[in-house]
């Protein structure tokens, strides 16, 4: 399968099966178009087949040259030989093998509080509630849960624990005794706790910055942007808006961190459409590292992403795109998360076949102990799938968010971002179609523009 | 090749041999919190 674009003066051609990715002229460009609609299915063999030669020259011989087309082709065949070009799908007869693997829990998410100190108009958690009541995690429900993620870690050493809510700075004592407790039993269990926490920083002084510089592998800041549009959309609940009491806090963590493993984390919503204004105004801020999320919400919500709203959402991501490459070249750069890829180093193939690890390597536990597949389906009793003490109840949970990947769903098999994306999130899916085997529809729009525009970065700073 | 700049050196192939050991983040857990987002994360073998 062959994905090809023109983003921002660039031709790129990315060769799905292999991941490699070609930056061509014009020639070229339209030479693998014809062949592409020639024959998907091209081999080194039936490039140099005469009919791959003469439907270039009855298509493009007005516009190239004879020579120019044979040399064209020739490149065509070179790449397809080294399996960079018309590479052929290994991956489906693996599917199987990632399906059928023994998963063990590598990642918790803790409601460390289900209450909030502000009232943000598109909360998922119903500001912190989770359609249920108040309430904080006790130091006993948080042992057992770390209890019960070394139990089922098997062999992985790695093991992820995000203080979550609500505002976790809530219940910010147990946060600090469940740290102690993880550092006590990773020794004795042979394991590392990269713990992490996402806050909106109500809370946040000097003595927890010290703690969470100490302990904590990465801090998600929540934040929107400019003045008025994070106050619009995260007010305290006596309606005041939050920006002037966080933002300065948010700013001094950022910088005793030495501008690493954190993220500044924004909403965008339909009323915010400009929202690259709000990444360059965290960029002005001084922060370095963030990232901006379409809100999740349902249809009916005011804010919410709604299609007549994709154009305008799709040439904001070319625009910030532009914007972060000239503030890259002119020593200015900073990341944001959507356009970060990593070409060489990137994920294994069975890492990008198996998905987000919902459901099966990543749970979420409630402040009473509860286990859901993610923080997203908290509080949907059919989504409950145990609890700390008895552990997973209901397996046939796990099988079934087991059994979701990118061959498994029909709009995904012949959409060029799967490896990027994984299949997408399952909890917007179910949310959207009230099935996880789905998938959000306007997300997946999103998602290969924002694919589309990290590989275009690569390719202009590759330039120099 | 005079038409083509390729940028990556490696395929996904190279990868499937050294494939799945798991130690790496989970997907949505660092950051968003509200999509999916794999391609952008490091494989913890090369760090």
Excluded at chain 1, 445 to 452: A, G, I
Aim: glycine letters at 8%; a negative charge.
């Amino acid at each position: 399968m062959i994905h090809q674009y023109k983003n921002n003066g660039y031709n790129i051609v990315l060769d799905v099966y292999s991941g490699s990715v070609h930056v061509v002229d014009d020639l070229c460009y339209d030479v693998i178009e014809i062949l592409n609609g020639q024959n998907e299915k091209h081999t080194k063999k039936t490039l140099c087949e005469p009919e791959a030669f003469h439907i270039l020259e009855e298509k493009l011989g007005d516009t190239y040259k004879k020579e120019e087309l044979k040399e064209a082709l020739a490149d065509v065949q070179a790449l397809t030989e080294t399996g960079q070009l018309f590479t052929e799908d290994m991956f489906e007869n693996m599917i199987e093998v990632v399906k059928e693997r023994k998963t063990v829990v590598k990642a918790l998410c803790l409601h460390i509080a289900h209450d909030c100190n502000l009232a943000c108009r598109y909360c998922f958690a119903e500001e912190g509630e989770y359609h249920g009541r108040r309430a904080l995690m006790s130091y006993e429900v948080g042992k057992k849960a770390l209890d019960f993620l070394i139990a089922n870690s098997g062999n992985r050493h790695n093991l992820e624990v995000d203080f979550f809510g609500g505002e976790p700075l809530m219940n910010w004592q147990t946060v600090k005794d469940l740290v102690a407790y993880g550092r006590e039993q990773e020794k004795i269990h042979d394991k590392h706790f990269r713990f992490t926490v996402t806050t909106n920083g109500v809370l946040l002084n000097d003595e927890i910055q010290e703690f969470v510089n100490q302990e904590m592998d990465n801090v998600v800041l929540s934040l929107d942007g400019r003045k008025e549009v994070n106050d619009r959309m995260r007010p305290f609940r006596n309606g005041k808006g939050s920006y002037d009491l966080i933002v300065p806090k948010f700013q001094k963590l950022a910088d005793s961190r030495n501008q690493e493993k954190y993220y500044v984390r924004g909403t965008f919503t339909r009323e915010n459409l400009d929202f690259a204004e709000d990444i360059l105004h965290f960029a002005d801020l001084g922060f370095k590292q963030m990232s901006i999320e379409p809100v999740v919400g349902d249809e009916s919500d005011p804010y919410a992403i709604r299609e007549e709203d994709l154009p305008a959402i799709m040439g904001e991501y070319v625009r910030l795109a532009k914007i972060m490459i000239e503030r890259k070249k002119a020593g200015k750069g900073f990341n944001f998360f959507h356009f970060m890829i990593d070409l060489n180093g990137g994920p294994c193939v069975a890492k990008r076949l198996s998905g987000c690890g919902s459901g099966t390597e990543y749970l979420a536990v409630t402040p009473w102990g509860d286990l859901y597949p993610c923080h997203q389906f908290v509080g949907q009793e059919e989504f409950l799938m145990g609890n700390v003490d008895e552990g997973i109840t209901k397996p046939e949970i796990a099988d079934d968010f087991r059994s979701c990947n990118v061959y498994s769903k029909e709009k995904c098999r012949d959409c060029f971002a799967k490896f990027y994306c994984s299949g997408g999130c399952m909890a917007n899916s179910y949310n959207f179609h009230g099935t996880i085997h789905n998938t959000y529809d306007i997300g997946c729009e999103m998602q290969r523009k924002r694919v589309e525009c990290a590989i275009m970065i690569k390719a202009a700073l590759a330039e120099g | 090749m005079k038409h083509v700049k390729t940028l990556n050196t490696q395929t996904l192939n190279n990868t499937v041999k050294k494939s799945g050991c798991g130690e790496c983040q989970t997907s949505c857990q660092s950051a968003c919190k509200t999509s999916c987002t794999v391609g952008n994360q490091t494989c913890e073998q090369k760090k």
